[in-house]
């Protein structure tokens, strides 16, 4: 008998549908099993029913009761007192003296409303927990807003500019594939429901080809591993591009009727022979013929991108002449062909009655400023020109803000869904911020993270298992929904119920304030107009937990074109990349740590790619994940270790231009020369020096979208 059979036959037990809310593209539907007598969760597995998920959870949210109810959880609000002691207090407490704090600086006229930042991420990606109750109470003050570009905003508007919206491939459809190549992508680690498909594939006699600076376990369980320079993959991608063309390999038909600029696109790749290429990339010019010629003929074939590969200086055009390769052979018209990003665009969402941005709009004037928010370390000085710095410009003919512009002084930073003391670049200038004792500074979380212990007040928040929630994907084609299966464990409220107090204590009128979650998400459903979503009514949620949005079955969404760019076409050359100041036509970006490395032959690139058994930050207290990742690392090849006089196991210093840490080494040949790897994000409290390893991150920006650049950092190795 199965768990799910044995705990629904039991009259002791009840059995919720809900689904993971962690920053995944599986959005995993679960259930779990509760106790009529005591209301305490006691088992948790994925829900069978679910296309992808198919009964199975990865191994972080497979303990997830044990992070619920964790000894350290918070369970009572928490106040700083004059000597520095985080003390609790009641709710009513803490809401009334955080409101009146807020209340101040909005009425002091050196700050106003946009003086108050909130600062918050992934920590869930439900629609209402997430950013929908928070928008409401930050439109309402009409508060700085956050561009939230720390994760996938390079690759994100690559991709866009490309096939005009975030649209793929339907994941179930790589088990189809023939030849499937995932590019940049831990595949068993951040996405591990697709395997089991790839596998599928494989029995069929597919072959699976990674590329990656890393042996990753998902390398080691592929046919092929291609070794690759960490943000060189534009430069791969075009000498593909050239070999295709140059071998009449392109579909002739669907490039001439479905894509646009083609004669410019065998113009650029003229000069992108496999010889320069491997130069670039490390990667052998035989490779890079053979897998050209591959991918053109064996069919069908299918590429997984994931946002590693964006997350240096050329981020935005690497993904994009990654993109534009499905087109030029024609896989958008087979089933098994294409290419996956993120399936985010395939729901088309109106958010408006759920963010209401109308609030906004009703207090009038100018919209209030945004900060960029890898930039908090600038965004929290006091200097208006380096605070002017953090100001959001996503492209090069957005005018460059200057100290004039950069509006009062950062008074007020709430953080919820989110450790920026862990997760965001130059945690030196981020800690320099959040130490200002004028700052006040107020977190939602679920346990003492780094930025909770710098905290002035910490509110206890509920998990997934203790909320209402609605949840989109980004790796698969179900709406889902998520029901509060046990009581909220002490004192902890939802996201939601804390922002509905916090603005009824500022006096915020808004009917929209004294709405119940579950009325929201249930106006929020019935609201959707789109034809997508005429399969998925609250009543059909509320049954099964997920629906698929309705498109068709096969879902090939480029197969007879139709892409949602302003040509109606795939576009290889793209004029809105020219009106934005972009080269129009995909290029080659060096990474950034390449012009240190040239002048300092013993300077390495660094990438920070997540260890297996956490989720950003999140899961690194759960004592059974943190023994699995044993301690924090520093993975470096044995021809770099070697001049550097670095061994195995021994501490080394790790040097950027704005930070310092200090890592046992590994000596191994899983990572490629020249680069170092160092698995993340530890919190402080388990590093060897009290430094997590985005002390080396700096502030700098991708090419589009103002993203981060966690695998283009220069650094330095030396014994410590």
Same mark, same amino acid.
């Given at each position: 008998?199965?768990?799910?059979?044995?705990?629904?036959?039991?009259?002791?037990?009840?059995?919720?549908?809900?689904?993971?809310?962690?920053?995944?593209?599986?959005?995993?539907?679960?259930?779990?099993?509760?106790?009529?007598?005591?209301?305490?969760?006691?088992?948790?597995?994925?829900?069978?029913?679910?296309?992808?998920?198919?009964?199975?959870?990865?191994?972080?949210?497979?303990?997830?009761?044990?992070?619920?109810?964790?000894?350290?959880?918070?369970?009572?609000?928490?106040? *700083?007192?004059?000597?520095?002691?985080?003390?609790?207090?009641?709710?009513?407490?803490?809401?009334?003296?955080?409101?009146?704090?807020?209340?101040?600086?909005?009425? @002091?006229?050196?700050?106003?409303?946009?003086?108050?930042?909130?600062?918050?991420?992934?920590?869930?990606?439900?629609?209402?927990?997430?950013?929908?109750?928070?928008?409401?109470?930050?439109?309402?003050?009409?508060?700085?807003?956050?561009?939230?570009?720390?994760?996938?905003?390079?690759?994100?508007?690559?991709?866009?500019?490309?096939?005009?919206?975030?649209?793929?491939?339907?994941?179930?459809?790589?088990?189809?594939?023939?030849?499937?190549?995932?590019?940049?992508?831990?595949?068993?680690?951040?996405?591990?429901?697709?395997?089991?498909?790839?596998?599928?594939?494989?029995?069929?006699?597919?072959?699976?080809? %990674?590329?990656?600076?890393?042996?990753?376990?998902?390398?080691?369980?592929?046919?092929?591993?291609?070794?690759?320079?960490?943000?060189? @993959?534009?430069?791969?991608?075009?000498?593909?591009?050239?070999?295709?063309?140059?071998?009449?390999?392109?579909?002739?038909?669907?490039?001439?009727?479905?894509?646009?600029?083609?004669?410019?696109?065998?113009?650029?790749?003229?000069?992108?022979?496999?010889?320069?290429?491997?130069?670039?990339?490390?990667?052998?010019?035989?490779?890079?013929?053979?897998?050209?010629?591959?991918?053109?003929?064996?069919?069908?074939?299918?590429?997984?991108?994931?946002?590693?590969?964006?997350?240096?200086?050329?981020?935005?055009?690497?993904?994009?002449?990654?993109?534009?390769?499905?087109?030029?052979?024609?896989?958008?018209?087979?089933?098994?062909?294409?290419?996956?990003?993120?399936?985010?665009?395939?729901?088309?969402?109106?958010?408006?009655?759920?963010?209401?941005?109308?609030?906004?709009?009703? *207090?009038?004037?100018?919209?209030?400023?945004?900060?960029?928010?890898?930039?908090?370390?600038?965004?929290?000085?006091?200097?208006?020109?380096?605070?002017?710095?953090?100001?959001?410009?996503?492209?090069?003919?957005?005018?460059?803000?200057?100290?004039?512009?950069?509006?009062?002084?950062?008074?007020?930073?709430?953080?919820?869904?989110?450790?920026?003391?862990?997760?965001?670049?130059?945690?030196?200038? %981020?800690?320099?911020?959040?130490?200002?004792?004028?700052?006040?500074?107020?977190?939602?979380?679920?346990?003492?993270?780094?930025?909770?212990?710098?905290?002035?007040?910490?509110?206890?928040?509920?998990?997934?298992?203790?909320?209402?929630?609605?949840?989109?994907?980004?790796?698969?084609?179900?709406?889902?929904?998520?029901?509060?299966?046990?009581?909220?464990?002490?004192?902890?409220?939802?996201?939601?119920?804390?922002?509905?107090?916090?603005?009824?204590?500022?006096?915020?009128?808004?009917?929209?304030?004294?709405?119940?979650?579950?009325?929201?998400?249930?106006?929020?459903?019935?609201?959707?107009?789109?034809?997508?979503?005429?399969?998925?009514?609250?009543?059909?949620?509320?049954?099964?937990?997920?629906?698929?949005?309705?498109?068709?079955?096969?879902?090939?969404?480029?197969?007879?074109?139709?892409?949602?760019?302003?040509?109606?076409?795939?576009?290889?050359?793209?004029?809105?990349?020219?009106?934005?100041?972009?080269?129009?036509?995909?290029?080659?970006?060096?990474?950034?740590?390449?012009?240190?490395?040239?002048?300092?032959?013993?300077?390495?690139?660094?990438?920070?790619?997540?260890?297996?058994?956490?989720?950003?930050?999140?899961?690194?207290?759960?004592?059974?994940?943190?023994?699995?990742?044993?301690?924090?690392?520093?993975?470096?090849?044995?021809?770099?270790?070697?001049?550097? *006089?670095?061994?195995?196991?021994?501490? %080394?210093?790790?040097?950027?231009?704005?930070?310092?840490?200090?890592?046992?080494?590994?000596?191994?040949?899983?990572?490629? *020369?020249?680069?170092?790897?160092?698995?993340?994000?530890?919190?402080?409290?388990?590093?060897?020096?009290?430094?997590?390893?985005?002390?080396?991150?700096?502030?700098?920006?991708?090419?589009?979208?103002?993203?981060?650049?966690?695998?283009?950092?220069?650094?330095?190795?030396?014994?410590?």
């Amino acid at each position: 008998m199965s768990r799910r059979d044995e705990h629904r036959t039991d009259p002791g037990t009840r059995v919720i549908t809900g689904v993971c809310p962690h920053d995944c593209p599986d959005t995993c539907a679960w259930e779990v099993a509760v106790s009529r007598d005591d209301e305490r969760a006691l088992d948790l597995w994925g829900h069978p029913d679910h296309p992808l998920t198919a009964g199975r959870l990865c191994g972080k949210v497979d303990r997830y009761l044990e992070r619920t109810y964790h000894p350290e959880r918070l369970r009572t609000p928490l106040r *700083r007192e004059p000597g520095g002691a985080l003390t609790p207090i009641s709710w009513t407490q803490a809401i009334a003296e955080i409101s009146a704090r807020l209340r101040a600086i909005i009425d @002091d006229p050196r700050h106003g409303p946009e003086a108050i930042l909130p600062y918050s991420y992934g920590g869930t990606l439900g629609l209402l927990q997430g950013e929908g109750a928070a928008s409401r109470l930050w439109h309402a003050l009409g508060a700085s807003q956050l561009a939230r570009t720390i994760c996938a905003e390079a690759g994100g508007w690559g991709h866009r500019y490309t096939t005009g919206r975030a649209l793929g491939m339907d994941p179930l459809d790589f088990a189809r594939a023939r030849l499937v190549v995932i590019w940049g992508s831990n595949t068993l680690t951040s996405n591990m429901h697709l395997w089991p498909l790839i596998t599928r594939a494989r029995k069929q006699g597919a072959r699976v080809i %990674v590329i990656d600076p890393a042996n990753t376990r998902t390398a080691r369980a592929a046919d092929e591993w291609i070794a690759i320079r960490p943000g060189t @993959d534009a430069a791969l991608a075009l000498a593909l591009m050239r070999v295709i063309i140059d071998e009449g390999l392109h579909d002739r038909d669907y490039v001439a009727r479905h894509t646009v600029g083609f004669d410019a696109l065998r113009e650029r790749v003229r000069s992108w022979d496999p010889a320069r290429a491997e130069l670039i990339t490390g990667v052998p010019q035989a490779t890079i013929t053979r897998l050209a010629r591959d991918y053109a003929t064996v069919r069908p074939a299918a590429i997984r991108v994931n946002y590693g590969l964006q997350r240096h200086r050329g981020g935005g055009m690497a993904v994009r002449a990654i993109t534009c390769l499905p087109a030029l052979i024609g896989s958008w018209r087979e089933r098994g062909g294409g290419l996956l990003l993120s399936s985010s665009g395939s729901f088309h969402l109106d958010r408006r009655g759920l963010d209401r941005p109308d609030l906004l709009a009703a *207090r009038g004037g100018p919209p209030p400023r945004t900060f960029n928010m890898i930039r908090l370390g600038d965004a929290l000085s006091l200097e208006p020109a380096i605070r002017a710095r953090a100001l959001y410009r996503p492209r090069p003919v957005d005018p460059t803000p200057t100290a004039a512009d950069a509006g009062p002084p950062v008074q007020a930073l709430l953080v919820y869904n989110c450790n920026p003391a862990a997760v965001a670049p130059d945690l030196a200038a %981020v800690r320099r911020g959040l130490g200002r004792a004028d700052l006040f500074t107020v977190v939602l979380e679920h346990f003492m993270t780094d930025t909770a212990a710098l905290a002035d007040y910490v509110l206890p928040a509920t998990t997934q298992l203790e909320h209402w929630d609605a949840h989109k994907a980004y790796g698969h084609l179900y709406f889902a929904l998520n029901r509060p299966a046990i009581p909220p464990v002490g004192e902890s409220l939802p996201n939601s119920e804390i922002f509905r107090r916090l603005a009824r204590a500022l006096g915020l009128r808004d009917p929209c304030f004294d709405e119940d979650d579950e009325t929201i998400l249930e106006r929020f459903v019935a609201a959707q107009t789109h034809e997508s979503f005429a399969s998925i009514t609250w009543a059909r949620l509320l049954e099964n937990g997920f629906a698929r949005l309705a498109l068709p079955e096969p879902y090939l969404p480029f197969a007879e074109g139709g892409f949602p760019t302003p040509s109606g076409k795939c576009e290889f050359y793209s004029q809105t990349m020219q009106d934005d100041g972009y080269e129009p036509v995909p290029d080659y970006t060096p990474p950034a740590y390449e012009a240190v490395t040239r002048g300092d032959p013993g300077a390495l690139c660094c990438i920070s790619p997540p260890a297996h058994s956490f989720l950003n930050s999140s899961f690194v207290n759960v004592e059974r994940l943190r023994r699995r990742e044993r301690a924090p690392c520093l993975l470096i090849h044995p021809e770099d270790a070697g001049p550097r *006089r670095v061994v195995d196991g021994a501490s %080394v210093v790790v040097e950027s231009s704005v930070g310092r840490v200090e890592l046992p080494a590994r000596v191994t040949s899983d990572v490629v *020369r020249g680069t170092v790897l160092a698995p993340g994000i530890w919190w402080t409290r388990d590093t060897p020096d009290g430094r997590g390893v985005n002390e080396l991150t700096p502030q700098d920006e991708t090419d589009m979208g103002g993203g981060a650049v966690f695998y283009d950092i220069a650094v330095r190795v030396r014994p410590a």
